[in-house]
């Protein structure tokens, strides 16, 4: 249902991304790949499907030309460079110069890193009705309040935001809707970042949630509307793994329920136990074997004993084949997965390729490429979840804790080891036999050292 109310959006995507290392040299975060599309894409369908055509990017300059190739055609949405002082603030400010000389009943205002459902954004829109403001709110992950903007909430109503406190049930999700009375007190925050509990630390950086707690000491409504789908921000790499398989077991609840009539081709031989969505020109051969629910992209293929496992979704123009097996994993557009290479779960964006015999587990980026033999870890020894160092603080997430991340554009040699949890940075190389048990960074090569004993050998040897 669209609504009626004159509604504009800024999504803001200007950060510099450094906690999703390494994912985030190659793309900005509102960019990276939920389900085969750009996280922005799944945004702006949700922004249009309640009828808010007006649109406006900010973004760093650098990703300008990627995010203003959403623009082409009949299109509404503008990208602007990211200016203003520090912080969410100033990004929301300089979308507002594009949007301020026309008039609005209320604005969008979205996080780029946000995944989150249409039917959720729709409740927010709906809540300011009677309200000056309104906030979408979901449980804290991980139970991890110290690292969130938490929300107290009263009958649904917000009393106070806080910034990263002790203790918090509930966290601004980084969808919001303003209404014109909130929207004049925007670009006046009474400090840097939010307010913090006694012993906290704000950052220098100016937060909207913030201008919005200065709102409610002003008297202003604001609707604190709990989420009833999961949302997940893109901030560290493996949140980028758990938006994925959100939507991936969304998709899979739906085609499940809903069935689908195959539209490509599939050998008598193959069995297929659980569901299989097919694309256009795509098909499955000899010997395949689909075991859950499958999403077979355009032209894609299935081929010579591949086994499908779980939940598995596969983009456009891609290839599994030669007794591969792929588990509860996303691939991307023009992959591969071929010869007993074997996924046990995770993302793999677009143009990777797995031409040989390995194992892997976690994210790869666009164009990885592993060589034969390579190896992920998925499990310690002592069966604990690994931390991973993020912005000079640890941190051990309940999920994707194990799984390994190679950014964008690199590479293995054959026999490399990737223990559980370690990442390789973008545009790197992991040399042949390398046990790779620290993390990468981006724009590296490494090799092993190796110390030879050489002795003569013959057929003297054997008593000749």
């Not at 409610?216 to 609707?223: L, S, T, Y």
């Not at 097996?325 to 990777?352: F, P, Q, Y």
């Not at 980026?365 to 034969?372: C, I, K, N, R, Y």
């Not at 042949?432 to 003297?460: A, C, F, M, N």
């Amino acid at each position: 249902m669209l609504t009626s109310k004159k509604i504009a959006a800024i999504v803001v995507g200007a950060g510099a991304g450094s906690r999703m290392a390494p994912f985030n040299l190659a793309r900005p975060k509102m960019l990276l790949p939920v389900l085969g599309r750009p996280l922005f894409g799944w945004q702006r369908d949700a922004l249009r499907s309640h009828g808010i055509e007006r649109i406006v990017a900010v973004v760093a300059d650098e990703f300008m030309p990627m995010v203003s190739s959403f623009t082409n055609g009949p299109d509404q949405t503008v990208v602007v460079a990211r200016g203003g002082p520090p912080g969410m603030l100033g990004a929301v400010a300089e979308g507002w110069k594009t949007l301020a000389h026309e008039s609005w009943d209320a604005v969008v205002i979205l996080e780029g890193d946000v995944s989150f459902h249409a039917d959720d954004l729709k409740r927010v829109v709906d809540a300011i009705e009677d309200a000056d403001a309104a906030v979408l709110v979901d449980p804290v992950p991980e139970q991890r309040p110290g690292d969130w903007i938490t929300v107290d909430c009263q009958d649904s109503w917000v009393r106070r935001f806080s910034g990263h406190p002790r203790d918090g049930h509930l966290r601004a999700s980084g969808v919001y809707v303003l209404g014109p009375k909130v929207v004049e007190r925007l670009f006046r925050a009474s400090r840097f970042g939010v307010r913090v509990p006694v012993g906290g630390m704000p950052y220098r950086e100016y937060e909207l949630a913030q201008v919005l707690d200065d709102a409610i000491d002003g008297g202003a409504m604001i609707h604190g509307v709990s989420a009833e789908h999961t949302v997940v921000n893109l901030d560290k790499p493996w949140q980028l793994y758990q938006a994925n398989m959100v939507r991936a077991n969304e998709w899979g609840a739906f085609a499940t329920t809903h069935g689908n009539e195959p539209s490509g081709k599939i050998d008598s031989s193959a069995r297929i136990d659980g569901v299989l969505e097919m694309g256009p020109g795509s098909y499955v051969g000899p010997g395949v074997i689909v075991r859950g629910r499958v999403h077979l992209g355009a032209n894609s293929v299935l081929d010579s004993g591949a086994i499908l496992n779980g939940t598995v979704w596969i983009g456009d123009e891609s290839r599994v084949d030669e007794y591969a097996k792929v588990s509860n994993a996303v691939l991307g557009s023009h992959s591969r997965v071929s010869h007993t290479a074997e996924v046990v779960g995770g993302v793999l964006m677009d143009g990777v390729v797995l031409a040989h015999y390995c194992e892997v587990y976690g994210v790869l980026g666009e164009s990885v490429d592993v060589g034969a033999a390579t190896v992920f870890g998925t499990l310690r020894f002592d069966d604990a979840r690994t931390s991973h160092r993020v912005g000079g603080r640890w941190e051990t997430p309940e999920e994707g804790s194990n799984a390994s991340y190679l950014g964008d554009f690199s590479r293995t040699g054959v026999n490399v080891t990737v223990l559980p949890g370690k990442s390789v940075g973008a545009y790197s190389v992991v040399g042949p036999g390398v046990v790779v048990d620290r993390d990468i960074e981006s724009y590296r090569q490494v090799l092993v050292h190796q110390d030879w004993t050489v002795k003569e050998w013959g057929p003297e040897r054997y008593g000749w």
